[in-house]
C-alpha cells in the first residue's frame, strides 16, 4: 500500500461530486426537458442517423444541435486550457466549473416546455466542459458524465483480480464501480428532486459544482492505493 499525491481536480472526492451531478443532470433532463439524455450524445448520433434514413430534417437539425454543442464544449476547454492563463489562484478546471455553474444556474430558470430544446443544448455543452477537464480519478481514466467506460474497466480489473489476484486491478475495479454508484445516486436525487421542486431543482447541481469549485482551491490531494 503506497500513499500518493495527485491533483485536487483528479481526486476521488471531486470525481463522486462530479459524478453525482453527472447522474442528477441525466435524470432531470430526461424527467424534466423533453426525455432526453442530455449528457451523452450516442443517443443523439443514431438518432440524427434515423431522421436522415427518413428524410426528416428538421428532425435531423433537433439532434445536430446539441452535438455541435457538445463539440463546442470540447473546443471551450481546450481553449481555456491553453489560452487563459490569469494571474489568480484560480485553476483552469475551476473557470470551467464556475462556467458550468452559470450554465446551470440559467437552466434552472428556465420554463419547462418549448425552450426544453435549448436547455438540453446547454447541458449537452456542460457534459462535455465537465467529460473534456476530468478525465481521471487517482490516475485512472474516468467519465463522470457517461458510464460505459467505466463499467468496461470496472469489469475488466475484476476479472483481472479474479483470474491472477491482482490487487491493483481490484483497486481500481473499486474505484470505477464506486464512480459509477455515485452517478447511480445522483440520478435518483435528480429523479426526487425534480418530481418535488421541478425545473429549479437543477439548483442542487449548482449547489454541489460550487463545493467543487472551492475544493479545488487545495490542490494537491493524498490517497492510498495497491500497486
Excluded at 447522474?23 to 432531470?28: A, I, T
Excluded at 443544448?121 to 465537465?130: D, E, I, N, P, T
Excluded at 460505459?148 to 479474479?162: D, M, Q, V
Aim: proline share 1%; with cysteine.
Amino acid at each position: 500500500m503506497k500513499t500518493k499525491s495527485v491533483q485536487m481536480s483528479e481526486s476521488y472526492l471531486i470525481g463522486a461530486l462530479l459524478a453525482v451531478a453527472g447522474g442528477f443532470l441525466d435524470s432531470y433532463t430526461y424527467i424534466l426537458r423533453g426525455h432526453v439524455f442530455a449528457n451523452a450524445q450516442t443517443g443523439n448520433i443514431v438518432l440524427l442517423a434515423i431522421k436522415l434514413s427518413e428524410w426528416d430534417f428538421n428532425g435531423v437539425v433537433f439532434y445536430f444541435i446539441p452535438i455541435v454543442a457538445f463539440v463546442a464544449g470540447v473546443l471551450v476547454a481546450e481553449f481555456t486550457r491553453k489560452k487563459i492563463i490569469m494571474k489568480t489562484k484560480l485553476h483552469w478546471r475551476q473557470i470551467i466549473i464556475f462556467l458550468e455553474l452559470i450554465i446551470i444556474l440559467l437552466v434552472a430558470y428556465i420554463p419547462n416546455g418549448p425552450m426544453n430544446s435549448i436547455v438540453n443544448v446547454l447541458v449537452a455543452f456542460v457534459s462535455s466542459l465537465q467529460v473534456q477537464c476530468f478525465r481521471k480519478v487517482n490516475g485512472n481514466i474516468c467519465a463522470t458524465t457517461m458510464c460505459t467506460g467505466n463499467l468496461r474497466s470496472a469489469s475488466e480489473g475484476l476479472y483481472r483480480f479474479i483470474e491472477f489476484k491482482d490487487k491493483s486491478a481490484l483497486n481500481k475495479s473499486i474505484i470505477y464501480f464506486g464512480i459509477i454508484l455515485f452517478f447511480i445516486l445522483g440520478a435518483i436525487i435528480g429523479s426526487v428532486t425534480s418530481n418535488i421542486y421541478g425545473v429549479s431543482s437543477a439548483l442542487f447541481c449548482c449547489l454541489l459544482l460550487l463545493i467543487v469549485f472551492f475544493l479545488m482551491f487545495k490542490e494537491d490531494y493524498t490517497h492510498s492505493g495497491c500497486e
